[in-house]
């Protein structure tokens, strides 16, 4: 079979850095398309940057992921999240090229008390879950095949993300103050980078019709951030690493200028009925995640 040309957006993104890492043992190759040659905010970029490279795939990675900071940048994270993408999908379509846009568990309110699905309404309680939700919209009206994969809670020995963050904070303070009351499917980026390959494989394979529309894709179980904190503790203790204690607390009492859905739980059975793809188990890929931080020192 001829090897498969995947153009992520984003350079240093922690899917788009996985993707590339993951795809080295496989029969795709991963080029990775970001600033300055496509900057989001600047829509012109976007054909020229994608004209550029003979893709058989466009992954959507790039985003404006500043949670707390799209309160204030809101027209950036629209642009960014919401439009871009869309022109993205637009020119992948014309070019007859399958695209897969990454989304968020943030679309959703977290009211509800059982796992999220596909088929339930969107209701984002900040501005980078509306964003993104805009984005979702956008590609799906530009891209009839388009495929849209919902994660959450993406952790990596790459970039900011929660592990890094407590990790940092061991090592220099005994103990962490981490919210209690969230709860959601912490995932690997690398087993999103493992899921996206096999979804791109599948659509290469064609029966596009059956094989696009909106999918969740996050690791098996789910946890609440202090347990997560906890877990990435214990791991960090077997390896010989910083530790410290969790204080559980309220989000009542963690103030951030976005609210958080209380529930970013994601049911991924259509995924795994549709494209054959299930995610590990949070717990299971998190100390090699561990181990590699600790590799990189402080
Ligand atoms: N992180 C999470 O917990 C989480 C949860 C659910 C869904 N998601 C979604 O999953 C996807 C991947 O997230 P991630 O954690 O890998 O993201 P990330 O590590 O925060 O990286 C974001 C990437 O977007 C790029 N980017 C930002 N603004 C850009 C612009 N104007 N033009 C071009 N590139 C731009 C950055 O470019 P540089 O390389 O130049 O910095 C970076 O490569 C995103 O779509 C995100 O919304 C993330």
Same mark, same amino acid.
């Given at each position: 079979?001829?090897? %498969?040309?995947?153009?992520?957006?984003?350079?240093?993104?922690?899917? !788009?850095?996985?993707?590339?890492?993951?795809?080295?043992?496989?029969?795709?190759?991963? %080029? &990775?398309?970001?600033?300055?040659?496509?900057?989001?905010?600047?829509?012109? $970029?976007?054909?020229? /940057?994608?004209?550029?490279?003979?893709?058989?795939?466009?992954?959507?990675?790039?985003?404006?992921?500043? #949670?707390? +900071?799209?309160?204030?940048?809101?027209?950036?994270?629209?642009?960014?999240?919401?439009?871009?993408?869309?022109?993205?999908?637009?020119?992948?379509?014309?070019?007859?090229?399958?695209?897969?846009?990454?989304?968020?568990?943030?679309?959703?309110?977290?009211? +509800?008390?059982?796992?999220? $699905?596909?088929?339930?309404?969107?209701?984002?309680?900040?501005?980078?879950?509306?964003? +993104?939700?805009?984005?979702?919209? !956008?590609?799906?009206?530009?891209?009839?095949?388009? #495929?849209?994969?919902?994660?959450?809670? %993406?952790?990596?020995p790459f970039?900011?993300?929660?592990v890094r $963050?407590?990790l940092a904070?061991a090592r220099k303070?005994?103990?962490?103050?981490?919210?209690?009351?969230?709860?959601?499917?912490?995932?690997?980026?690398?087993? %999103? !980078?493992?899921?996206?390959?096999?979804?791109?494989?599948?659509?290469?394979?064609?029966?596009?019709?059956?094989?696009?529309?909106?999918?969740?894709?996050?690791?098996?179980? $789910?946890?609440?951030? !202090?347990?997560?904190?906890?877990?990435?503790?214990?791991?960090s203790?077997?390896r010989g690493g910083p530790?410290?204690?969790?204080?559980?607390?309220?989000?009542?009492?963690?103030?951030?200028?976005?609210?958080?859905?209380?529930?970013?739980?994601?049911?991924? /059975?259509?995924?795994?009925?549709?494209?054959?793809?299930?995610?590990?188990?949070?717990?299971?890929?998190?100390?090699? &995640?561990v181990g590699r931080i600790l590799e990189q020192g402080t």
């Amino acid at each position: 079979m001829a090897r %498969i040309r995947i153009a992520v957006t984003g350079t240093d993104g922690q899917v !788009a850095r996985s993707l590339v890492e993951r795809s080295a043992m496989t029969a795709c190759d991963v %080029i &990775c398309i970001g600033r300055p040659m496509l900057d989001l905010s600047r829509p012109t $970029t976007i054909e020229s /940057a994608l004209a550029s490279i003979a893709a058989d795939v466009v992954v959507s990675a790039a985003a404006y992921t500043d #949670v707390n +900071k799209a309160e204030t940048e809101g027209a950036l994270a629209d642009l960014v999240n919401g439009r871009a993408p869309g022109l993205l999908a637009a020119h992948a379509y014309a070019r007859g090229i399958p695209l897969i846009q990454l989304s968020t568990d943030y679309v959703f309110d977290g009211s +509800k008390s059982t796992p999220y $699905t596909e088929d339930d309404p969107i209701a984002p309680i900040n501005a980078y879950g509306r964003s +993104k939700a805009a984005g979702e919209r !956008a590609v799906a009206a530009a891209h009839p095949h388009h #495929v849209i994969l919902r994660t959450s809670w %993406i952790y990596s020995p790459f970039n900011r993300n929660f592990v890094r $963050t407590m990790l940092a904070l061991a090592r220099k303070q005994d103990e962490v103050r981490v919210v209690a009351d969230q709860i959601g499917n912490p995932t690997a980026a690398a087993d %999103i !980078a493992d899921g996206i390959l096999e979804v791109a494989r599948n659509l290469i394979e064609g029966r596009n019709e059956e094989r696009a529309g909106i999918f969740h894709m996050a690791a098996a179980g $789910t946890t609440s951030w !202090a347990e997560f904190a906890s877990a990435i503790f214990s791991a960090s203790a077997e390896r010989g690493g910083p530790t410290a204690r969790v204080a559980p607390i309220a989000s009542a009492e963690y103030q951030t200028p976005a609210r958080r859905p209380a529930n970013s739980r994601l049911d991924c /059975a259509r995924l795994s009925r549709v494209h054959g793809v299930s995610l590990l188990h949070w717990h299971s890929s998190l100390g090699p &995640c561990v181990g590699r931080i600790l590799e990189q020192g402080t």
